[in-house]
């Protein structure tokens, strides 16, 4: 993956620290915004997962997660808890 460029940089951060503060709206804004210009950031739909609230939603994004880095652990225990596996 080539590195991200200032915007997306600054989105995944301030994005992440949204989530960390409790502010899921923020933080999904944020990183929605981020995956629109650059889908092909495994770390970006890791935090999407814990800004969504829908099971389906976070299931997508987790997904994405493993179609970009297959051995993602966070990504695998993710999608077993949504399956009642953890």
Avoid: F, H, T
Avoid at 39 to 46: D, K
């Amino acid at each position: 993956m080539p590195p991200l460029d200032r915007r997306q940089a600054e989105l995944l951060y301030e994005g992440a620290q949204a989530l960390v503060r409790g502010d899921k709206a923020r933080a999904r804004e944020l990183l929605l915004e981020l995956v629109e210009l650059n889908e092909q950031i495994p770390e970006a739909w890791l935090w999407l997962s814990g800004a969504v609230d829908d099971p389906e939603d976070q299931r997508v994004a987790l997904e994405n997660v493993l179609a970009l880095d297959p051995d993602n652990p966070y990504a695998k225990q993710g999608l077993a808890y949504l399956s009642g596996q953890a």
